[in-house]
């Protein structure tokens, strides 16, 4: 079983950034793929982002490429996730996921989620 907590969530303005974190409860969160995804009101979740476990191999949605950077940190077992230039369409719940194999769609274990609201 993995837990997972995301922080970092809150209202900023249009343009501006914030970085999202996700701690991990397990040992071996090294062998795992984390992705986020997102949720607007009246929307379905989507894909935003994913790494492998090692690193090496990181995915992003169309709609981010360019603003958001995903990279992670085994020794702490932490994810996170960099958004610059944030519009107001970023606003949603984003949720924090991970897998043993990486995916922008199925994933086993998913925290919380973190609120951001962009305001323009």
């Known amino acids: 079983q993995v837990q997972l907590v995301e922080s970092g969530g809150g209202l900023v303005q249009a343009g501006g950034s914030l970085r999202l974190s996700c701690a991990a409860s397990?040992?071996?969160?090294?062998?795992?793929?984390l992705g986020w995804f997102r949720q607007a009101p009246g929307k379905e979740r989507e894909f935003v982002a994913t790494?492998?476990?090692?690193?090496?191999?990181?995915y992003y949605a169309d709609s981010v490429k360019g603003r958001f950077t995903i990279s992670r940190d085994n020794a702490k077992n932490t994810v996170y996730l960099q958004m610059n230039n944030l519009k107001p369409e970023d606003t949603a719940v984003y949720y924090c996921?991970?897998?043993?194999?990486?995916?922008?769609?199925?994933?086993?274990?998913w925290g919380q989620g973190t609120q951001v609201t962009v305001s323009s």
């Open positions: 397990r040992r071996t969160f090294s062998r795992f793929a």
């Open positions: 790494i492998s476990w090692s690193g090496n191999t990181i």
């Open positions: 996921a991970a897998d043993r194999s990486i995916s922008k769609t199925r994933y086993d274990y």
